[in-house]
Nanobody, 126 residues
Framework: QVQPAESGGGLVQAGGSLRLSCAAS????????MGWFRQAPGKEREFVAG????????NYADSVKGRFTISRDYVKNTVYLQMNSLKSEDTALYYC???????????????????WGQGTQVTVSS
């Protein structure tokens, strides 16, 4: 089974930026919604951002609107999450996920995503 593979996490100071990448080995997810979720210690996994394959429509959690931007490159089979103005509360393990092909609208629930990466840690120091 193909899994998305995240990269780009790390340690950054508050106010800084990071760009996460999520790659698939081939075009498996070309017709899937791609999403980013995060989970901090002791908290539930939460939706961060998602992007559809139809018209590039996107959706964001209120907590990251105006700071994070999701995008996808179909040539490179890669989805990006540009994170700016990072805050300590953004510290979490970030997961990339994909729906089954054909889903058009970005789901907010993690149960709607069938393929998950291993996660990449983002730590924001205050």
């Amino acid at each position: 089974q193909v899994q998305p593979a995240e990269s780009g996490g790390g340690l950054v100071q508050a106010g800084g930026s990071l760009r996460l990448s999520c790659a698939a080995s081939d075009g498996t997810f070309s017709y899937s919604v791609m999403g980013w979720f995060r989970q901090a210690p002791g908290k539930e996994r939460e939706f961060v951002a998602g992007i559809s394959w139809i018209g590039g429509s996107t959706n964001y959690a209120d907590s990251v609107k105006g700071r994070f931007t999701i995008s996808r490159d179909y040539v490179k089979n890669t989805v990006y999450l540009q994170m700016n103005s990072l805050k300590s509360e953004d510290t979490a393990l970030y997961y990339c996920a994909a729906t089954k092909p054909g889903v058009r609208i970005v789901p907010l629930s993690f149960s709607a995503y069938d393929y998950w990466g291993q996660g990449t840690q983002v730590t924001v120091s205050s």
